[in-house]
């Protein structure tokens, strides 16, 4: 289909004013990590370093920068054998309510982030007993992180189809021989690609981790949300949120060009 030239300069348009909305505001950020004004006046008179030299020495940040971590990882590795294990069981296998077991899957994802929280803050609370903390907050991730590896795993399942591995069997080798030598090598950017993007989701997760995280500890966006007002703390915030825009953009482009690698195995 051929596009007149008045209807590709209106969509190029929306596409320019779309971009716009969504990465200028990312934009001030990172120019305001290195304003010299403490008042962000815009455009920046002069551009300093200073903001990052004493982000990097705030021990408040640093302390949320690694719960978040922990935190990430954690909730990834659970993710990624949980995850994993669900996609094989429905994917590879037919049985009554499995339709309706893969929705109760992927609902936590699509559930609002405070019924979620509230919901499992309730749950650890009131009927486990369960005093909030860090393993609280990896759980409360990981039941969203679940349904990223899931879609990730199922989708790269449907397109292998079971051939490769009805030939590995049928020539001798058992499903563990099987799994090592055909099914995980096909899977393996699948699981790197949601692994990232379960890590992306973990890291910058804030309405979960606020209902189920301990006292005293912090993630670095709740830190961000803690300081964001205080006097003379905000340039160390837009210092900390630059570093998190950094941080979350390089896992979903790994992820996307991983999971669009169907080819070549997922190699760069």
Same mark, same amino acid.
């Given at each position: 289909?051929?596009?007149?030239?008045?209807?590709?300069?209106?969509?190029? *348009? *929306?596409?320019?004013?779309?971009? +716009?909305?969504? !990465?200028?505001?990312?934009?001030?950020?990172?120019?305001?990590?290195?304003?010299?004004?403490?008042?962000?006046?815009?455009?920046?008179?002069?551009?300093?370093?200073?903001?990052?030299?004493?982000?990097?020495?705030?021990?408040?940040?640093?302390? +949320?920068?690694?719960?978040?971590?922990? &935190?990430?990882?954690?909730?990834?590795?659970?993710?990624?054998?949980?995850?994993?294990?669900?996609? #094989?069981?429905?994917?590879? !296998?037919?049985?009554?309510?499995?339709?309706?077991?893969?929705?109760?899957?992927?609902?936590?994802?699509?559930?609002?982030?405070?019924?979620?929280?509230?919901?499992?803050?309730?749950?650890?609370?009131?009927?486990?007993?369960?005093?909030?903390?860090?393993?609280?907050?990896?759980?409360?991730? +990981?039941?969203?992180?679940? =349904?990223? =590896?899931?879609?990730?795993?199922?989708?790269?399942?449907?397109?292998?189809?079971?051939?490769?591995?009805?030939?590995?069997?049928?020539?001798? &080798?058992?499903?563990?021989?099987? #799994?090592?030598? =055909?099914?995980?090598?096909?899977?393996?950017?699948?699981?790197?690609?949601?692994?990232?993007? *379960?890590? *992306?989701?973990?890291?910058?997760?804030?309405?979960?981790?606020?209902?189920?995280?301990?006292?005293?500890?912090?993630?670095?966006?709740?830190?961000?949300?803690?300081?964001? #007002?205080?006097?003379?703390? &905000?340039?160390?915030?837009?210092?900390? &949120?630059?570093?998190?825009?950094?941080?979350?953009?390089?896992?979903?482009?790994?992820?996307?060009?991983?999971?669009?690698?169907?080819?070549?195995?997922?190699?760069?």
């Amino acid at each position: 289909m051929r596009l007149s030239r008045t209807t590709e300069y209106l969509l190029l *348009a *929306a596409l320019v004013l779309g971009l +716009a909305v969504i !990465y200028f505001p990312l934009l001030v950020v990172l120019l305001n990590s290195f304003n010299a004004d403490t008042t962000f006046g815009w455009p920046p008179s002069s551009f300093t370093l200073e903001w990052w030299g004493r982000a990097a020495e705030n021990q408040g940040a640093l302390n +949320a920068l690694w719960t978040s971590v922990q &935190a990430g990882l954690a909730a990834t590795a659970i993710a990624l054998v949980l995850g994993t294990m669900a996609a #094989f069981a429905l994917q590879r !296998y037919r049985f009554f309510g499995r339709n309706q077991v893969s929705l109760l899957i992927i609902l936590p994802i699509a559930l609002p982030g405070i019924v979620t929280g509230i919901a499992l803050n309730n749950a650890f609370r009131t009927i486990l007993g369960i005093d909030l903390g860090l393993f609280t907050a990896i759980v409360a991730h +990981a039941t969203f992180c679940i =349904v990223v =590896v899931f879609n990730n795993v199922v989708a790269r399942l449907r397109r292998m189809g079971g051939n490769l591995e009805e030939a590995s069997m049928d020539l001798g &080798a058992d499903g563990l021989t099987t #799994f090592r030598l =055909v099914t995980f090598p096909m899977l393996r950017s699948a699981l790197l690609a949601g692994g990232l993007l *379960a890590f *992306a989701l973990s890291f910058d997760e804030i309405i979960v981790t606020t209902f189920t995280l301990g006292t005293g500890l912090e993630t670095l966006p709740i830190w961000i949300l803690n300081n964001l #007002f205080r006097p003379n703390q &905000a340039p160390i915030v837009n210092v900390v &949120a630059a570093v998190l825009i950094l941080a979350s953009t390089v896992p979903v482009y790994l992820a996307q060009r991983l999971s669009g690698d169907t080819t070549s195995g997922g190699r760069l």
